[in-house]
């Protein structure tokens, strides 16, 4: 279970389930501080890490050795609207064809993937870039 508190001016303050927290803001244009991720920042990370944690879970599988994985992305807006997230997901280069096939085929059946609206692009871009 995940726990907020409202703090002031459009700040709240996140709980997870081992009472780790963090602080989230909303734009100046909301009368936000931003300072911190915002509420829609917080979604394009779960999005990245539901695709990281998949693509780990895929990677164990094939034996493959996937330490030094990092992604990169963010959202792109219309309005109050999300239209779109743009990732970066940065693997090892030694990486063979018929796995890179298989991790970016499993990298599409994230949970939270799923539960968005399929209007929304998801532009992910894999980069075997990463020196071993």
Known sequence: ????????????????????????DVAK??????????????LTSALIT????????KASMLGLDISGFYAEGDKVS????????????HLPENI??????????????CFVGHQLDPAIEKDYRFMYDLKK
């Open 1 to 24: 279970m995940v726990k907020v508190y409202y703090l002031e001016n459009g700040r709240n303050k996140v709980e997870d389930k081992g009472k780790q927290g963090f602080l989230t």
């Open 29 to 42: 244009e909301y009368r936000g501080y931003e300072e911190m991720a915002s509420p829609s920042d917080l």
């Open 50 to 57: 539901c695709v990281m944690s998949t693509i780990e879970v």
């Open 78 to 89: 219309e309005g109050n609207k999300i239209k779109k997230f743009e990732i970066d997901y």
């Open 96 to 109: 063979d064809e018929e796995s890179r096939v298989k991790l970016e085929r499993v990298a599409k059946t």
